[in-house]
Every structure is written in structure tokens, then in C-alpha cells.
């Protein structure tokens, strides 16, 4: 399985700042994801993280509130922008790696709660 | 109606006991399917994909029906590890790139 890791591992913010989670992975992937997971909900999949260009987001979701970057194909950064309450949620990072299974696995998640 | 729908449970079963997991899908194109477990504040893990013709992994043993809509995980002689939430997980081939659409999960706890 790939080893992925994700900093902050939790963070309590004031309402109306940003934070930026970091997602690192092991070896080199073919695809990065950003999920949401809000509590008693399914995940939800933000956008997908493209290297070296702009973010393919989902609907609900736009590049002013959640900018996305990812320079290489082993890292990318997720920022929750301006936040309020209603962002206090557990963001993941996922992955698909080079092994020609397309198993998808999962960061162990930033717990975010926005005061 | 959601793209995957699942009984949230919980369900409350005693070790040894056999417990099976429905789940629901509404896009008939929708391609791959999943189960993943999910561990009280841990990230989900993959338990097994689901094929046409059914497939079992030791004690777990999951169905798809697509002219249903279908899928089951049925898991025999439950041991209290097995406690957890089974999400359900479609794989929806959209554009360049797949989507997987996650249920809102299944609540498991084995009793001693």
C-alpha cells in the first residue's frame, strides 16, 4: 500500500483565516484526490489535484475557497481559504499509485475545527 | 435519491454471529465497486472490490447485482475487530477521470 502522509494532522482555526494541509506520498502516483468528510457523512470528493496545472474541481467546490497545488507527482498542498464553521470537517488526501491495480488509498486525514 | 445508499445501522451483532450489508446504487453506468472499512477516526482502508460473479476473501464475501443495482457484503463468524463502519463504493467513470461515490457507511460493533 502506498504511504501517505498529510500535515496538519488536526488544527482548531479562528473563522476568516486559511489553513494549508500538506499531502506526501511514498512513490510516485498516477492520480491525487482531495476529500472531504463532514461528521455522520459520506466522503466527498473536492477536486482532483493535477501536477503542474490547475485543480479539476467538483461541483460545490471552487478554486478561490480550496487552491490546490501540486508541483510533483509525489506532493500537493490543499488550502481551505477564508474559513468558517460550516468548513470544521476531516480533509483527505487519496491517491492512485503506479502498480496496475488503481487501488485507491487514503492519507490518514486532517481533522479541521473552525471556531 | 443518492448516488449510493446504504443502512447506516448501527448494527449490534455478538461475536460468531453472520451479519450481511446492503447497498444501493442509482447509476446504471457506473463501472467499479468497492468495500472499504473505516476505523473509528482512522481513514478509509480498501476491504475488497466486488465482481459480477461475486467474490469471498476468507470470512467476507461480496455480491453485485447490476440489473439491481445491487451490492452485499455478508461477513460470517464476526470477530470484534470487525467493528467498524463498510463503506460502499461506486467507481463512476466521468470525462478523463473516475470519481468513486462513497455511501455514508454501515456501522458495525461485535459484541463479546
Known amino acids: 500500500s502506498a504511504v501517505i502522509s498529510q500535515k496538519p494532522s488536526r488544527d482548531i482555526c479562528q473563522r476568516g483565516t486559511s489553513l494549508t494541509i500538506q499531502c506526501q506520498v511514498d512513490?510516485?502516483?498516477?492520480?491525487m484526490f482531495w476529500y472531504r468528510q463532514q461528521p455522520g457523512q459520506s466522503l466527498t470528493l473536492i477536486a482532483t489535484?493535477?501536477?503542474?496545472?490547475?485543480?479539476?474541481?467538483e461541483s460545490g467546490f471552487v478554486i478561490d475557497k480550496f487552491p490546490i497545488s501540486r508541483p510533483n507527482l509525489t506532493f500537493s498542498t490543499l488550502t481551505v481559504s477564508n474559513m468558517s464553521p460550516e468548513d470544521s470537517s476531516i480533509y483527505l488526501c487519496?491517491?492512485?499509485?503506479?502498480?496496475?491495480?488503481?487501488?485507491?488509498?487514503f492519507g490518514p486525514g486532517t481533522r479541521l475545527t473552525v471556531l | 435519491r443518492k448516488e449510493v445508499e446504504q443502512d447506516p445501522g448501527p448494527f449490534n451483532v455478538p461475536e460468531g454471529a453472520t451479519v450481511a450489508f446492503n447497498c444501493t446504487y442509482s447509476?446504471?453506468?457506473?463501472?467499479?465497486f468497492f468495500w472499504y472499512r473505516q476505523d473509528c477516526r482512522k481513514e478509509p482502508k480498501l476491504l475488497m472490490s466486488?465482481?459480477?460473479s461475486g467474490n469471498e476473501d476468507g470470512r467476507f464475501t461480496a455480491q453485485l447485482n447490476r440489473a439491481s443495482q445491487y451490492i452485499s457484503l455478508l461477513i460470517r463468524d464476526s470477530k470484534l475487530s470487525d467493528s467498524a463502519t463498510y463503506l460502499c463504493?461506486?467507481?463512476?467513470?466521468?470525462?478523463?477521470?473516475?470519481?468513486?461515490?462513497f455511501g455514508k457507511g454501515t456501522k458495525l460493533s461485535v459484541k463479546p
Open positions: 447509476n446504471s453506468a457506473s463501472q467499479s
Open positions: 489535484a493535477n501536477q503542474g496545472s490547475e485543480a479539476t474541481y
Open positions: 466486488v465482481y459480477s
Open positions: 487519496s491517491v492512485i499509485r503506479r502498480d496496475g491495480t488503481d487501488t485507491q488509498y
Open positions: 512513490s510516485q502516483v498516477t492520480m
Open positions: 463504493v461506486v467507481w463512476n467513470y466521468g470525462g478523463s477521470q473516475g470519481n468513486l461515490i
